[in-house]
């Protein structure tokens, strides 16, 4: 593929690794330089990567050091090829610069890895979470991230959400089917003699 042997010539230094997955050609660069290879592949006319089709992270706790890679997914509408960029994040140091102003989407994919996996986009203009409460504890998608939280761990506005949505049960929102209880209430049981399966028969 011309793309990585542009790279090669052009970024040598920085390419960790080039293989294959799914039909799909990816190289695995060094995070230092990540700005300047992305912005290569996207100006440059002959290879024109003017499409940044996914974002991404993947978290190889305990598997492979550095721990992160962060994901790019291009995509060259002219030349209809894919290429996939994966650059290394150390967990000591979870940092990388944003390529927001290269892509504009990159904006909203950025802060959707920051918020699940607590990598910093240097020179994002935004940077919050997007999925998850501002005072969130901790990034749902690593690998170390408890399933479950014991109750004294769990997200401080949890306790207010439960006890708000108990005070709005006996609001009926939608249509109910006749005979069925308000949210929150138990259904009486109805014992009548003669009634049921079986009987009468």
Do not use: C
């Not at 660069?29 to 002959?46: A, Q």
Request: hydrophobic share 35%; glycine share 6%; charged share 30%.
């Amino acid at each position: 593929m011309d793309a990585v042997e542009r790279l090669q010539e052009k970024f040598a230094s920085e390419i960790v690794s080039v293989g294959e997955s799914a039909g799909q050609t990816y190289i695995i660069v060094k995070r230092e330089k990540i700005f300047n290879i992305l912005k290569f592949l996207h100006d440059s006319g002959e290879l024109l990567f003017d499409h940044l089709a996914d974002l991404t992270a993947v978290d190889w706790y305990q598997k492979k050091t550095p721990r992160f890679e962060v994901v790019y997914n291009l995509y060259s509408i002219r030349y209809k090829q894919f290429l996939r960029i994966k650059a290394q994040v150390p967990e000591e140091d979870p940092r990388i610069t944003s390529v927001s102003s290269i892509w504009k989407v990159a904006n909203w994919f950025e802060r959707e890895v920051y918020d699940m996996f607590g990598i910093v986009f240097e020179g994002h203009p935004d940077l919050r979470r997007l999925l998850m409460p501002e005072d969130w504890e901790g990034f749902p998608l690593r690998k170390d991230y408890p399933l479950f939280l014991e109750p004294e761990k769990e997200w401080s506005g949890f306790k207010e959400l439960k006890e708000k949505a108990r005070r709005l049960a006996p609001y009926d929102w939608y249509q109910r089917v006749p005979g069925e209880p308000l949210p929150g209430q138990v259904k009486e049981e109805v014992s009548q003699e003669g009634e049921g399966h079986g009987t009468n028969a």
